[in-house]
Structure formats: C-alpha cells, structure tokens
C-alpha cells in the first residue's frame, strides 16, 4: 500500500522510523527523505549498526490531491481498526505494526502558519529529550494529549483516543519518539531542516558517521488546552505560533458577543484563522523554566 525503504546494518542497534507526509499537505518529509533515501542506496551513507525505515508518503491519496486528508486526519485515532470504514482507516492499519516494532521514530511534519520550527515530546522528562534536542530546533512541546482532555466539553475517553497519534501509540510498546514540526509547508526551508534532523538524529544514535552536538538552549513549553474552530467563532487579532499573550486579552470572540480571554498569562500555538468547524483553531500553553 505504501512505499517502505529499510536499509539494515545487519549489526546490532535502534530500529529507527522516519515517517513523512502524514498529511498531504506536508511536503518537506518526503522530500528530505528522498535525498537521504538516494545517499544510502549509492552507498554515500553506510548504515554503521542498528536499522532505519522509511516511509515518506504515509498519505498517498492526500498526497497526491495536496489535502491534510482524504476521509480523517491521520494522525489521530491512531491504533488498530477492526473494521476500517475510511481511506485514512486502511493507512492506521497498515502504518501501526512499524510503529509497534521501532525502538525510535521521527515523525516529519510542517505547518500551515508561519514560525519557527519545533518539537512534540512526550514530556519534560521524558526519554526522547537527549535525541529531540540533537535533531537542531530551539523549541520543544509537550503536553498534547492532556491539552485535548482539557477541551470544552470534552469527553476524556474520546480525548484520548482523538490525542493517540504516531507517537503517543508507539510508546505503549517501549520505545521513544518525536514530531518534528519543521515550518511553513511551502517553505524550502522546512525541507533544510528535515534533512538537517535525520542525518542528527542518526549521528546522535551513532548509526552513521559524524558528530552532533545537543542544543543547550532549547525552550520547553507545556501546551495545556485546545480550542475548536465554529462558525460563530472568529480569532481576534491575527496571532502569531508562540506569541505571548497577557491575563485578560482577548483571543477570539463568538458573533454574539461572547470572549475567549487568557485566563493567565501564556503563549499562543499553531493559531490558525482558517480552520473549519470541528477542527483546532489555537492552543494555549506556557513556557517553563
């Protein structure tokens, strides 16, 4: 169903997962893979131990059309289907047993707004941090799943569920990863730093020759709570990914008149004013020390 590259150093060491194009709208992953991809098979990059996968296009249709997705966001729901019902349905059951079986995952993805490049992990102190800081980003974000379980309205089991994307479901099985969210996703920059945190990545797992240095002053955030877009429900300024926000502004305001304000001071993340109804219009978090 998909295009899988596996290139095996037949010693021991990681079973790494480099998945792209999650949604078809994110391009850099793909793109960055397709050059690494080519530097293994002309033998310009030797595999010294362990194993690497690729899959660049994990949403060939969406891909294809340069849509986020054809029936459901991929990244969501993500575990087993006993009766797959949509296209994304059959891509969850086919992308879940690499996911159970890698030891690491990076997960290449972009973004619709502008900002500076950044990292999902699991938590403040959790496994993934040393490898998240080695892939090159100056900001790291945690969080996710509470912050749908803090919704409006939100039902805790269904948040869950909603929250379990690549990485939240390939941890159950003992291993670590990490979204990397690497920029606008028309942005040839993006593709610079999705090539730049593989070739990290396995330099910092000692797969491949070479030596990475890990980012000391990379800025943590806690992301805290979701707010859907409505029809109603429009963003009150046009917000930037990661601006900071003062107690009492306010963010967005329903036609009749009703506010979203800061409850205290925090930041803004992945504001997007042209979401549809139903999907996530902004975050809110804080920064930690």
Not at 55 to 61: A, D
Not at 147 to 152: E, G, K, L, S, T
Not at 193 to 211: C, H, P, T
Request: aromatic residues 10%; proline residues 5%; hydrophobic residues 40%.
């Amino acid at each position: 169903m998909l295009d899988v590259y596996k290139f095996d150093s037949g010693s021991e060491g990681p079973n790494v997962l480099i998945l792209g194009a999650i949604h078809g709208d994110e391009v850099c992953g793909p793109k960055a893979m397709a050059r690494v991809i080519e530097a293994f098979e002309a033998q310009d990059l030797v595999l010294l131990k362990g194993a690497v996968t690729f899959i660049p296009v994990c949403n060939p249709k969406a891909y294809e059309q340069n849509v986020r997705f054809v029936d459901r966001n991929l990244n969501r729901y993500m575990s087993p289907i006993s009766a797959p019902r949509v296209y994304e349905d059959d891509l969850t059951n086919f992308l879940c047993p690499y996911l159970r079986q890698a030891d690491v995952l990076l997960d290449i993805h972009s973004y619709f707004v502008g900002g500076a490049p950044f990292i999902f992990v699991d938590g403040a102190r959790s496994p993934d941090i040393p490898f998240a800081k080695s892939l090159g980003p100056d900001h790291m974000v945690y969080g996710f799943t509470q912050a749908y379980q803090n919704a409006d309205e939100a039902d805790s089991k269904e948040a869950a569920l909603e929250a379990m994307g690549t990485t939240e479901y390939m941890v159950q099985f003992g291993g670590y990863g990490v979204t990397l969210e690497c920029g606008q996703h028309q942005d040839p920059q993006s593709v610079v730093v999705a090539e730049r945190a593989i070739y990290n990545g396995l330099k910092f797992l000692e797969m491949i020759e070479g030596d990475v240095q890990n980012t000391s002053n990379v800025e943590l955030v806690r992301v805290e709570k979701v707010f859907y877009a409505e029809d109603t429900l429009a963003l009150s300024d046009s917000w930037v990914h990661l601006q900071p926000i003062k107690q009492g502004t306010e963010i967005a305001r329903y036609e009749d008149g009703r506010v979203i304000a800061a409850e205290q001071d925090c930041v803004i993340f992945l504001p997007r004013a042209c979401a549809q109804p139903g999907q996530e219009l902004f975050y809110l978090g804080q920064i930690e020390d």
